[in-house]
């Protein structure tokens, strides 16, 4: 027997047996990679990517591709302190720089990955349009969610759920003062903006990976959102430049275990310094804004 085992190593597969298929890991869904956001950085700050040329430092302007070098540095000095990024794609657009949009998106994923993109564009349109929309956002700019309008209603919104671990974020409770126009229409002796966050918590909701809306100047009404659709993540514009409460707005967004929102800032944050120090004011503004948040939760 000794015979017939020399020269056969015990650490060799069995003869005929294929070795164990290397081990994949899943594609996450966005809420899942906001969830581990939320913990890795101890963090409900989305830092939104609002570039005016006309702002930006001087020592940057005459750069061909100033829009991206700007962002990039913003992105840099604030990850530490973000859950998530908000590039507003008619900042880009306006200014043909859609491709340096596409190399920003591409350099988060990159440099700072886990951090989620939510590209806000706020599309609103028919099906076979949406599907179009849908693959910009998701295929042409690699986003891991998109603002969507659901005025149109669940079959404009169908082909950016088909996208099962892409994040949809409706737009609910807006934070400009008009949004009241339509949002506070009486249906059934509710105000519409429920009527949204009821059906986006339940039957638009096919991939699990919907959010809403809030505006920060209108805390009762994101009191009252979290009320209908338990721990749902919202997105939260309107602290900063735009004057919400933060107090107010964490109080009454988070969830049981102080987490829940995205909570916007861009301007105050990308802004706060102009000079060739820009990104270090930037992720002292972004820090300070994260602490503050903290301090309420």
Not at 31 to 51: I, K, M
Not at 132 to 140: G, L
Not at 165 to 194: A, H, I, M, W
Request: aromatic share 8%.
């Amino acid at each position: 027997m000794s015979a017939l085992l020399e020269g056969i190593s015990l650490e060799s597969p069995a003869v005929g047996i294929p070795p164990p298929e290397p081990r994949r890991n899943p594609v996450m869904t966005f809420t899942e990679v906001l969830n581990a956001a939320w913990t890795r950085n101890n963090s409900l700050l989305c830092v939104g990517l609002d570039p005016e040329p006309s702002r930006i430092p001087a020592h940057l302007q005459a750069q061909p591709d100033a829009i991206f070098e700007f962002c990039r540095q913003i992105v840099d000095a604030t990850a530490p302190y973000a859950c998530a990024f908000k590039p507003q794609i008619a900042y880009f657009a306006a200014h043909r720089a859609e491709e340096q949009l596409e190399r920003l998106i591409a350099h988060i994923h990159a440099d700072h990955p886990g951090l989620p993109v939510i590209l806000d564009a706020k599309r609103g349109d028919i099906g076979s349009t949406a599907e179009q929309y849908a693959r910009e956002a998701f295929e042409r700019y690699r986003a891991d969610a998109v603002t969507v309008n659901p005025y149109m209603g669940f079959d404009s919104l169908e082909p950016y759920l088909a996208h099962a671990e892409k994040g949809v974020v409706v737009l609910c409770r807006t934070s400009n003062p008009g949004g009241s126009d339509l949002q506070f229409l009486d249906v059934d002796g509710k105000p519409l903006y429920q009527t949204v966050a009821r059906l986006a918590a339940g039957p638009w909701n096919t991939s699990g990976q919907i959010s809403l809306v809030v505006g920060a100047t209108f805390p009762a009404e994101i009191a009252a959102v979290r009320s209908i659709v338990g721990d749902m993540p919202l997105l939260i514009p309107g602290v900063g430049a735009q004057g919400g409460d933060v107090e107010a707005t964490v109080k009454a967004g988070r969830t049981a275990n102080g987490t829940g929102m995205m909570i916007n800032s861009s301007r105050a944050i990308i802004y706060a310094g102009r000079d060739e120090h820009f990104a270090a004011a930037a992720a002292a503004a972004a820090q300070n804004t994260r602490d503050s948040i903290n301090a309420y939760r």
